[in-house]
């Protein structure tokens, strides 16, 4: 595709300016020399309709929620209602500034004090951050929780290290060590789960506690979670719940009655916002009381006068990002929550389980499921017995019948894994269809694997060497422009 230097014709604008009141030299001269261009900028060239007619084109070719069925396993593609992305664009909270005084803000406190008493309901915890931006920031966040938590009692360095059962999903070792923790691996049973008696030997003096995703990244749900917990409460250590699959349970289990110390919430997969492009997110942290003196700073507190900022916690870790996290993401949160209510979040956790089990049921037919058990937001098949197609072309394949691959090789623990998530909103038919898609296309990969190993073919591009444009990326057009 044309880029927009490609388009329009020297000296054509898009936009027109005032001119200045004072002449160019005149304005120039309030430049230092040395840090004045020798040339204008490279600008592009083009008018109105060009640029408009160039970023619609482009628009056109992104693939989202919006445009058909996305069923990314671990990132759980949310229903994002348009009437949050409305409220999360009111002037009188995008204007905001978090400096502002209290009194000006009492909205906006309200926002987070509120969400985080929902999110401490919602959780079965009783203390909260809202300050991470995103699931693995929480999970650093955690992390540092747990070493100060340690460090206070004199169990630095002796507990030194993390345990992860090898289906973890993979920013949860990064943090462990990003933390100063060594990571310890604990294979699962053939069920897919922790593996107790794995876990009682790994259980020494030495351990700070154990990161588990609830449910796993196969979308099994532990079913000896609380034992996992109490064991490693009594070996002296603490547990970590990834909270980013809690579209599984929510409104159904309280991770604080499994055991959880921590847990971290994502609310970009939980409750609203579209993401998928790197952000924005929110990974708000809740923690047991043993750990709520080191959580960051500031608090929204609320009292006769309204809500206000506290700073009194001195053995806060400090802080992990500025004032309160990603706020927007927050609000749309907190609008998801309380038009749901109570009862429409455990539909929530129905939908996903039910869309998820009912794929499963039908895939499991074609595919092969290594850890064979009802599910419960996703599932996890293998891509193995297509002889030389393998789970990369099959998922290149499902672009030519007009759907987002899922996730693919991940979780590790299975071969050429496809790992399905669907959006708890998807109607049948869209279900069926994405089953009748990958049927077909294991069909093809016995009858005609040279069709699915060139796929796509109906795509702007074709396949991508992805690892040429990790090493050798093109970051920057090739202008010849003496700045340049
Ligand atoms: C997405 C995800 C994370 C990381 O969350 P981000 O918001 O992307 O940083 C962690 N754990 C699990 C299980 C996830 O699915």
Same mark, same amino acid.
């Given at each position: 595709m044309a880029t927009i230097y490609d388009v329009g014709a020297p000296g054509r604008r898009a936009a027109s300016t005032p001119s200045p009141k004072r002449d160019t030299e005149d304005l120039l001269s309030l430049i230092p020399a040395g840090a004045r261009r020798k040339h204008g900028p490279r600008l592009p060239q083009v008018s109105q309709p060009e640029l408009v007619r160039h970023y619609t084109a482009l628009s056109r070719l992104n693939y989202g929620v919006d445009s058909g069925f996305y069923p990314l396993g671990s990132c759980t593609m949310k229903y994002n209602p348009k009437l949050n992305e409305d409220l999360a664009r009111l002037p009188g909270f995008t204007g905001l500034h978090p400096a502002l005084p209290e009194k000006q803000t009492q909205g906006a406190l309200a926002v987070l004090w509120e969400l985080g008493e929902l999110l401490k309901r919602i959780s079965g915890m009783p203390a909260i951050t809202m300050q991470p931006a995103a699931g693995a920031h929480g999970e650093l966040t955690g992390m540092l929780l747990l070493k100060k938590y340690f460090q206070e009692r004199g169990e630095l360095p002796a507990r030194s290290k993390v345990l992860l059962p090898d289906s973890a999903h993979g920013t949860n070792p990064a943090s462990a060590a990003m933390a100063g923790f060594e990571v310890v691996s604990l294979a699962s049973t053939r069920r897919g789960t922790v593996d107790i008696d794995t876990l009682k030997k790994a259980l020494d003096t030495d351990v700070a506690g154990i990161m588990l995703t609830v449910p796993n990244t196969l979308g099994i749900f532990e079913d000896e979670i609380a034992a996992v917990s109490r064991l490693v409460h009594e070996a002296g250590g603490l547990t970590y719940f990834d909270g980013a699959n809690l579209n599984a349970f929510l409104g159904r289990a309280l991770p604080g009655n499994m055991g959880a110390d921590i847990f971290h919430f994502n609310l970009h997969k939980t409750f609203s916002t579209p993401h998928g492009g790197g952000g924005p997110g929110a990974g708000p942290l809740a923690v047991s009381e043993s750990l709520a003196p080191y959580l960051p700073l500031p608090d929204v507190v609320q009292d006769d006068q309204g809500f206000s900022l506290s700073w009194d916690r001195p053995r806060s870790i400090g $802080? @992990?990002? %500025?004032?309160?996290?990603n706020f927007l993401v927050s609000l749309r949160a907190l609008a998801y929550i309380l038009t749901l209510g109570d009862v429409g979040l455990r539909e929530v956790s129905a939908g996903a389980v039910l869309a998820a089990n009912y794929l499963r049921v039908k895939l499991q037919e074609v595919f092969q499921l290594p850890y064979a058990s009802l599910c419960k937001h996703e599932f996890v098949l293998s891509g193995q017995g297509f002889g030389e197609v393998r789970t990369m072309d099959i998922a290149k394949r499902l672009m030519d019948y007009g759907f987002h691959p899922p996730t693919v090789y991940f979780p590790l623990i299975v071969k050429e894994a496809l790992m399905i998530e669907p959006t708890e909103t998807e109607p049948r038919e869209v279900l069926d269809a994405f089953a009748e898609a990958l049927t077909l296309i294991a069909r093809e990969a016995k009858e005609d694997p040279q069709l699915v190993k060139g796929? %796509?073919?109906?795509? %702007? @591009? $074709? $396949?991508?060497d992805d690892a040429r444009a990790a090493r050798q %990326? @093109?970051?920057r057009l090739p202008f010849d422009h003496p700045d340049e």
């Open positions: $802080r @992990v990002h %500025p004032y309160h996290g796929a %796509p073919h109906s795509t %702007p @591009v $074709r $396949r991508l %990326p @093109v970051l």
